[in-house]
């Protein structure tokens, strides 16, 4: 089965033919951020991201919800995260921005906690512990995973980038594993950070492997730079904004305006 | 402030005099695996680990539930974690395993939730997206952070033991890293798998720093090997064993039995 036969393959190249972009929107919702006119409440907040999904579904090809920020409300905010993956399904893929990876039983649990339970269909791992660590995730055919490369934070530098005797550094060893295991299981991607120069020169040496590319919008990152860069041949990737979207207005009553607004700033230049 | 000195370090060194062992019970739960007597629901799985706790607390220093095993229960599942910490916490310290790690602003919701909200005193991190990626976890000063190093499975020879050009392996390179940035945190351990040759000539390497030792009982590693090879220059240590224990009975009228012959067992050589 060629990759491109993958039902999110399918599923994101369609929304990306109806929406003209690869915008990936996240969801990163901090109760203290939430515009005024909602409840400073988990209930406000849950009640603002599904605004946000109702405004701006028709203008992306994902949401990545990022589920550390509804964990750190406990056991109601990961009530929130069900509410809202369950919005986000009835329009497009649910990215879960989860970072896991553990000895395969655990990653075994993990990947029932996040495609079983939360019935999300794609998630992000960890590369660290190895193959195994990840298996039970690609087992999951239907749905998608994308594991750490290179990220677009300081601390990229303190071991993604360290050189190998091969002469590769560490993520370019980890993506070619990864374009590897992706012949066999055709569902596996790999973060790749925006804000690195390195993003073009990644993309020469892979160029069929797809890419998640955070660090778009507050990050520092451009949305066209991303495309143009990280686009595989078949002219896909996901590309990701989060707080420059979600934050984009300052009362409820704008909420439809700043936000649409933040979009097209973001992608308008692409378009 | 000497390494010694943190809070943690000294209820651990209080629990080994008492008990006379490193022993950290990990708990990994699994209603499949449940004793006969237990119901095979979550509340069934929240009693059985209370019952263990209750039989076992004289005989470890610290107690390692695995976040993902409850988490593959959903909610219902979590809620069970808040029982079991709670139970535990009346005894010996909570390492809530969760190798979590994500840039900055998620790793500091990721240890809202871990240490605000779930009360856990340690976790586990991935090291690979950095320091900024584990800072807002080691600026809980009164909490311990034990960061991946080498662990006990396959898949560690895929990325862990790649050697850099420095002629390190990466994991080697992870560890010095831990080193230094201990010497500000004061509250930084590291991950090492028992089941690897290699503990003897990292603890020689590394003489001072506090290992996290999985890998004992069912994994294949030897409770006395670890723990001779694996303690520090204060002869700490954290040994865990999991399902060796949890799963020894197979009836709960034999619990109490089964489950102190099984850590007898495990730690007798080592008396």
Request: with cysteine; proline share 5%.
């Given at each position: ?78 009530k929130s995260l069900e509410t ?39 998630t992000t791992l960890h590369p ?117 979207i979600l934050y984009a207005a ?22």
């Amino acid at each position: 089965m060629p990759q491109t036969q993958h039902s999110l393959i399918k599923k994101w190249t369609e929304l990306q033919n109806k929406t003209g972009h690869c915008l990936c929107i996240g969801l990163d919702p901090d109760i203290s951020k939430l515009p005024s006119g909602y409840p400073q409440s988990v209930d406000g907040l849950t009640h603002f991201l599904c605004d946000i999904i109702d405004i701006s579904h028709e203008h992306c090809i994902a949401y990545k919800p990022n589920i550390s920020f509804f964990e750190a409300y406990g056991i109601p905010g990961l009530k929130s995260l069900e509410t809202v993956i369950q919005h986000i399904k009835k329009s497009v893929p649910v990215i879960l921005d989860a970072k896991r990876g553990d000895i395969g039983n655990t990653s075994a649990m993990q990947a029932r906690f996040i495609f079983d339970y939360l019935n999300a269909d794609a998630t992000t791992l960890h590369p660290y512990m190895g193959f195994d660590s990840l298996e039970p995730f690609f087992k999951y055919t239907e749905k998608y995973h994308f594991v750490l490369g290179l990220t677009s934070n300081p601390g990229a530098k303190d071991f993604e980038t360290q050189v190998l005797d091969s002469g590769l550094p560490l993520y370019r060893h980890i993506i070619t594993q990864l374009e590897t295991w992706n012949r066999k299981f055709h569902n596996i991607g790999a973060v790749v950070g925006a804000t690195q120069e390195e993003l073009s020169i990644i993309r020469k040496s892979h160029p069929s492997l797809l890419f998640l590319i955070p660090g778009v919008g507050t990050q520092g990152g451009s949305y066209k730079e991303a495309y143009l860069n990280g686009k595989n041949d078949h002219n896909l990737a996901l590309i990701n904004a989060s707080r420059s979207i979600l934050y984009a207005a300052k009362e409820k009553s704008s909420l439809k305006k700043d936000c649409l607004h933040a979009i097209q700033t973001l992608i308008g230049d692409a378009s």
